[in-house]
């Protein structure tokens, strides 16, 4: 598994992504549906602009994808796992700075080393009318972590050889704000942390496209 993921991040290094699998099967077996793009994209006012850093780094020689923990609190995301990021302000030049703008604010890392290797197919989150641009990157070692404590409650580096396992969706009973109701939603086993919702939907295109079968 390890040598093939290396090989596959490799290629994606030189070649970039190529064509993006999406999020059409995971939506599918999600149970329940989101606008089309093209609706997000239209309305007015338009949707928030925001991105986030899904970032492969070395670690004991494997590669690892660092995700966070958001604090509880009175809010949609409270307690919930995602990729550091944020939303774009008026002084970020592109969405690629903003999510190196809020990865550094959030985990105290310098981006400086970090290659983005491309951005993954855009999620919008309707709670909070948040269209989200993940981007992939990578470095081989990753700085020192000084994770914001109004903004994280903690980080964890997952071995990408367990994000890719064929046995860590599952499904549970979780409240959907979007339906205003309870619903059974599938979800990512990530060493013991539940992953869904947005996080669920990049992680699921990430497997695809590291050779996952959907």
Do not use: C
């Amino acid at each position: 598994m390890s040598a093939n993921v290396l090989e596959r991040l490799g290629r994606f290094r030189r070649e970039g992504l190529g064509t993006l699998p999406g999020h059409e099967h995971f939506v599918e077996v999600s149970g329940y549906q989101r606008p089309a793009m093209a609706d997000v994209v239209a309305q007015n006012p338009p949707p928030r602009a925001s991105a986030v850093m899904a970032l492969i780094h070395m670690l004991d020689d494997e590669p690892q994808l660092l995700f966070m923990r958001r604090p509880e609190y009175d809010g949609i995301h409270s307690g919930q796992i995602a990729f550091p990021g944020g939303r774009q302000e008026p002084e970020d030049t592109s969405l690629e700075q903003t999510a190196r703008r809020e990865f550094t604010e959030e985990t105290g890392a310098d981006t400086s080393g970090i290659e983005i290797i491309g951005a993954i197919s855009p999620v919008y989150i309707p709670p909070s009318r948040s269209l989200v641009t993940p981007f992939l990157a990578y470095t081989e070692k990753l700085g020192p972590l000084r994770p914001d404590p109004h903004e994280v409650a903690e980080l964890f580096h997952a071995p990408l050889a367990h994000v890719l396992r064929d046995d860590i969706m599952e499904r549970r009973t979780l409240f959907i704000a979007a339906m205003g109701r309870e619903a059974e939603v599938p979800y990512f086993d990530v060493m013991g942390h539940v992953v869904w919702g947005a996080t669920a939907m990049m992680v699921a295109e990430l497997r695809v496209l590291f050779g996952v079968e959907p």
